[in-house]
């Protein structure tokens, strides 16, 4: 089993930036790719970026550029660095983990004015 935790949430103006944090625990070491999903109100859950074993990742057409996926494995903790936010960003974010099963965080809202 994985638990995973959000943290870095909250309200921005249009340009600026967030960091969204993922603590990462239990059985890590089973995972082979974690990455960041996102829901905005009606809209269905999509990828954001994810991070693969090895080092690959991959972005979402809609956040290339600006958004920048990291992770710590000391710290045992996923980053998403988001820049120049635009008020389309705003949505619940969830962390996610994959490896013999699928695991998800509790989702932390991001909310971007124009």
């Known amino acids: 089993q994985v638990q995973l935790v959000e943290f870095g949430g909250g309200s921005v103006q249009a340009g600026g930036s967030l960091r969204l944090s993922c603590v990462a625990s239990g059985n890590i070491f089973t995972l082979n790719a974690v990455g960041w999903f996102r829901q905005a109100p009606g809209k269905e859950r999509e990828l954001v970026a994810a991070?693969?074993?090895?080092?690959?990742?991959n972005y979402a057409d809609s956040v290339k550029g600006r958004f920048t996926i990291s992770g710590d494995i000391a710290k045992q903790t996923l980053y998403l660095q988001m820049n120049s936010l635009k008020p389309e960003d705003t949505a619940v974010y969830y962390c996610?983990?994959?490896?013999?099963?699928?695991?998800w965080g509790q989702g932390t809202q991001v909310t971007v004015s124009s």
């Open positions: 991070l693969f074993q090895g080092g690959t990742t």
């Open positions: 996610a983990a994959t490896g013999r099963d699928w695991y």
